[in-house]
């Protein structure tokens, strides 16, 4: 961590070459954490949130209430990409809020993907 | 010798009753062990297993679970109204399952699937009907309570295209009528029933621009006030049923107004709400805070910070204690209010996603259920001590009967 600490000779940068070691730091750690795969353990709370806590709003069975459903049928013109912004921007105007500090992206890409195939309503997630 | 036999018989017969009273009492235990279905319903309740749609019959005497009755559908969200008698729970599914379940014989009594996607439902005043709140079609079906034969349909019609709208906050109210809200109509209908099990139609008022996105409402316990949330707009629209031409006024308007509101990662619930010592306490949405109300005025006359984003905010019956439960992900913790100081007198965590609460009909238990951990917690209220755990599969809702006798219940 020693290029963390400020430098006296470089005047002016004193705060700035950590601000952007750290951005650059968190950025990457982003990046790669969207690609890596997620833990079993991860999986098993994920499916839990979706079926429990969106099944608030969607149902259990993802087939709708005070939210809209969100079967396979019902998420054929959006990507995963997509769907995963919606999860973490929320829908403004809507009940649907920002789940981004909850969850991370690659958390909600792997829920997208799930939606999308049908296999959190079966429960079969592994 | 006539006369002597008589006396002999006279004499033979108090005898001969003598015995058959002994043997009625040497009987009489083994007839009870023989009868186990007699019994009252006062201390029964039934808790909803959402995942594996099924409902356990508990008994809060001895604390204890008598039946699980199995085969109930998709229970996200479900919620239970009871007959009159208290003898029968009447089961509202997610999937538009209604099923009505025989406490005393831990029976399914009937079942039958009245649309696609549902929300709750209630009961009339002279527990003749059974009404439900459906999402899809939007409207409100009203059944036979004993047959749940189909009596009228309403559909949730607004907007020039005939639009259907979800139906929401759908309650009883005196006279035999039921009250219920339009979610994107932005409407509050009410239909008078009285007739409806004779063969009458129901008569429908409609009260418009109530307010954006109501996503449940309420009746006060004495059936004067209804009272709708709205999500998309703060405040809450009202309607004094007591009034000579009822009409939606607005209160609370602009609460939380110049504050920053926070993610809503579940809707509060407003049934229940908590009256207590001649004030409201409701859950603020996207706040941190309990909200305290005039009952008389319906003025915000304070607030309380606690934990979370309030879910459940609910009295003990006698009005002392208000105990809270709150949204995820800080669904771990309860905390109780003492109402005299509006001071949080206790806070427990039980485990992960606690989701509902309801107390014996005189409050001295608070039943708890723990989704995550698969758990009930039973309370004692005066020593805020946990008297004892129940295992259940998934627990959400916790339903007791004393809930037959009350407006909007």
């Known amino acids: ?126 | 010798m006539r006369t002597w036999l008589s006396v002999l018989f006279a004499a033979l017969i108090p005898l001969g009753l003598l015995a058959s009273n002994f043997h009625g009492q040497a009987r009489s235990p083994a007839l009870a062990n023989s009868q186990p279905g007699l019994r009252g319903t006062g201390d029964l309740g039934v808790i909803i297993e959402r995942a594996s749609g099924s409902v356990q019959i508990i008994e809060t005497t001895g604390q204890s679970s008598l039946a699980r009755i199995k085969g109930l559908g998709d229970l996200s969200h479900a919620s239970v109204v009871f007959s009159r008698d208290q003898r029968f729970a009447y089961v509202f599914g997610r999937d538009g399952g209604l099923s009505k379940i025989d406490l005393l014989q831990q029976t399914l009594a009937k079942r039958i699937i009245q649309a696609g996607n549902s929300i709750g439902g209630a009961i009339s005043d002279d527990g003749k009907l059974i009404a439900v709140s459906n999402y899809k079609p939007g409207g409100v079906k009203i059944f036979n309570a004993d047959t749940l034969v189909l009596i009228a349909t309403i559909e949730a019609t607004y907007g020039d295209q005939g639009e259907l709208s979800k139906t929401v906050g759908l309650v009883d109210a005196p006279g035999g009528r039921f009250l219920f809200t339009l979610y994107e109509a932005g409407e509050i209908w009410m239909v008078d029933c009285a007739d409806c099990a004779q063969g009458a139609k129901p008569r429908l008022t409609k009260f418009k621009n109530i307010g954006l996105q109501p996503y449940d409402a309420l009746i006060s316990g004495d059936g004067r006030y209804y009272i709708a949330g709205l999500f998309g707009e703060d405040g809450m629209a009202l309607i004094d049923l007591w009034a000579q031409k009822p009409a939606v006024t607005r209160i609370l308007d602009g609460y939380g107004r110049g504050q920053k509101k926070l993610p809503v990662y579940k809707m509060p619930h407003l049934e229940g709400w908590a009256k207590a010592d001649n004030h409201y306490f409701l859950p603020a949405v996207g706040h941190h805070e309990v909200l305290v109300v005039d009952a008389k005025t319906f003025k915000q006359s304070g607030s309380i910070k606690v934990h979370g984003q309030p879910i459940f905010v609910m009295a003990r019956p006698d009005g002392r204690q208000i105990w809270i439960n709150f949204a995820h992900p800080r669904n771990d913790t309860l905390q109780v209010i003492d109402v005299k100081t509006k001071q949080i007198i206790k806070q427990f965590t039980p485990g992960k996603a606690i989701l509902h609460m309801e107390f014996t009909p005189r409050g001295e238990q608070v039943w708890v259920s723990v989704r995550d951990e698969n758990r009930i917690d039973v309370y004692d209220t005066r020593t805020l001590k946990k008297i004892t755990s129940l295992p259940a599969n998934a627990p959400s809702g916790i339903f007791f009967t004393w809930r037959a006798g009350r407006i909007g219940l």
């Open chain 1, 1 to 126: 961590m020693t290029f963390l600490r400020p430098s006296i000779t470089a005047n002016g940068s004193a705060i700035l070459v950590p601000a952007l070691a750290f951005v650059v730091v968190v950025f990457t750690f982003n990046l790669v954490m969207a690609f890596v795969p997620l833990s079993a353990q991860r999986k098993n709370e994920l499916t839990n949130l979706v079926r429990q806590d969106c099944g608030s709003c969607h149902g259990m069975t993802m087939q709708g209430g005070l939210g809209k459903p969100l079967l396979p049928e019902n998420l054929i013109e959006s990507t995963p990409e997509e769907l995963a912004e919606i999860i973490l921007a929320g829908v403004p105007g809507t009940p649907m809020p920002p789940w981004r500090g909850l969850l991370a992206r690659g958390d909600a890409l792997w829920i997208a993907a799930q939606l999308k195939t049908g296999r959190i309503k079966r429960g079969n997630t592994q």
